[in-house]
């Protein structure tokens, strides 16, 4: 399964309201940006995470459609619990056997596979009612062509919050209010929608216009904490001298996860990386549904997390290494970066396994 959305953008569907039907009515929300492509002087390797409008209100026995305008999921879990996470390890399937072109195992064989869990993964199916009594999920866009709008029904009163797994951050509400009680027209909702959109493209806008943070350092974006995001490695081409540290970071609060990977032929191994990112676990789906996982050669560092990193184009046999998945959110177990040194002189090219056309390269002279 490859993720269908390099530029988010691109494979947007715009609609924020359905016509409306009497009794029970649908309202539409947008997961990522109601468009079809940006529009002029907006960048095209950039996203917003966020959902469309941020907060709805219907009335019990309602619908709300979700249209899914980029890679994203919606998860409205038990009530009370927050989001599901995007991926655990797990221990019953233990990373086996893994080698880098050398012929060394990788340090991380027999830690578990990260396993995404179903609810994300897989997620409930469209059309459920939601009361807060049990999670329900869209699951992870798949398969060719737009992915299908999510349906859920709210038969009870209630506020409800629901979120992206895929983005940390990314969350939204519905308020679920009596029949008798005033709620916003769609027309009104479709206004919020617009001017919410109007603020991120702006703020996209800025972000594309900044300098980097700071010398010696790439950073992955930047992006904003609302959601806006670049995709893409500022400075893309960063020149250093040998010996001397380089970080590479997420941007702060960032909803997005990046990986660091260099490779010789960034094109080729992106290739790779976006066939073998997210894949059935090899033993399942043949009786019953696969369980999806990520690739733990990219999922995981590609050394050991305490051991500092040098690289010189030669490591584990054919230029690899790894940050592994990093993200802009202390409070979970990835990174948000890490610090390479580049012991010999030369230029070095990296991209992100997550998402393939982002690349980099930095350059290191005696
Ligand atoms: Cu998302």
New binding site residues.
């Given amino acids: 399964m490859h993720r269908k959305s390099k530029v988010a953008f691109a494979t947007a569907i715009c609609a924020f309201a359905l016509p409306g039907v009497a009794g029970a009515a649908t309202k539409v929300v947008s997961a990522g940006p109601p468009l079809k492509k940006p529009p002029a002087g907006v960048p095209k390797d950039s996203d917003i995470?966020q959902f469309y409008p941020a907060s709805i209100k219907v009335h019990a026995g309602d619908s709300v459609k979700f249209q899914i305008a980029?890679?994203?999921t919606i998860n409205f879990p038990k009530k009370g619990a927050g989001s599901p996470p995007l991926a655990v390890p797990d221990p019953a399937h233990p990373v086996t056997g893994l080698t880098d072109a050398s012929g060394a195992a990788f340090w991380f064989n027999g830690q578990g596979t990260p396993v995404i869990p179903s609810i994300v993964a897989l997620g409930t199916g469209s059309g459920k009612a939601y009361t807060g009594a049990a999670a329900i999920g869209s699951g992870i866009p798949a398969g060719s062509g737009p992915p299908k709008p999510f349906v859920v029904k709210f038969p009870k009163a209630g506020s409800f919050t629901y979120y992206?797994a895929?983005?940390p951050g990314?969350k939204a509400s519905v308020s679920v209010v009596a029949k008798g009680k005033a709620v916003p027209s769609a027309k009104a909702d479709a206004a919020r929608g617009a001017n919410q959109l109007a603020q991120g493209l702006a703020t996209i806008k800025k972000l594309d216009k900044l300098k980097p943070a700071a010398t010696q350092t790439v950073t992955a974006g930047p992006d904003d904490k609302g959601g806006a995001s670049l995709l893409r490695f500022t400075p893309s081409s960063l020149t250093t001298k040998v010996g001397t540290p380089v970080t590479l970071q997420m941007s702060p609060g960032t909803r997005e996860d990046h990986t660091f990977t260099f490779a010789k032929d960034v094109k080729a191994a992106g290739k790779l990386a976006e066939k073998t990112f997210v894949a059935p676990l090899p033993g399942t789906g043949t009786a019953g549904p696969p369980v999806l996982a990520f690739d733990p050669k990219y999922a995981y560092p590609s050394d050991p997390p305490s051991s500092p990193l040098t690289y010189d184009g030669t490591n584990h046999g054919d230029g690899f290494l790894n940050s592994g998945v990093l993200d802009g959110d202390p409070r979970t177990p990835f990174p948000q970066k890490v610090t390479v040194t580049f012991p010999t002189a030369g230029t070095y090219t990296f991209f992100c396994a997550i998402h393939p056309f982002m690349t980099g390269k930095i350059t290191a002279t005696s």
């Fill in positions: 995470d980029g890679f994203h992206c895929v983005h990314m």
